[in-house]
């Protein structure tokens, strides 16, 4: 099936994603049960679960790590600084 790759890392990328199974759920309208079978390997997205998984999923993420590419931009030595809480 060609949905398979995101079945099979569904349960990674919603991790990294910062997500619950009901918390993914409920964003992507795929039932939790649903997920679960999917995460386990017994079941594989459907097209339209993978589109509504992929969306959420990228905007998870890219929330999750927006301030990624400026903490690496600035440095170690600046992002140790700012996460002590200095200036």
């Known amino acids: ?4 790759n995101l079945s099979k890392g569904l349960k990674s990328l919603r991790e ?8 993914f759920a409920r964003l992507s309208g795929i039932s939790r049960g649903r997920i679960s079978l999917v995460e386990c390997g017994h079941s594989e ?3 339209d679960e993978h589109c ?3 969306r959420v999923l990228r905007a998870a993420i890219a929330d999750r790590y927006k301030n ?3 903490i ?3 440095g170690p030595e ?3 600084r700012a ?3 200095e200036r």
């Open 1 to 4: 099936m060609q949905f398979e």
């Open 16 to 23: 990294l994603a910062g997500l619950s199974q009901y918390e």
């Open 45 to 47: 997205l459907n097209e």
């Open 52 to 54: 509504r998984a992929g």
């Open 68 to 70: 990624f590419k400026s």
């Open 72 to 74: 690496v931009e600035r």
């Open 78 to 80: 600046t992002s140790s």
């Open 83 to 85: 996460a002590d809480g």
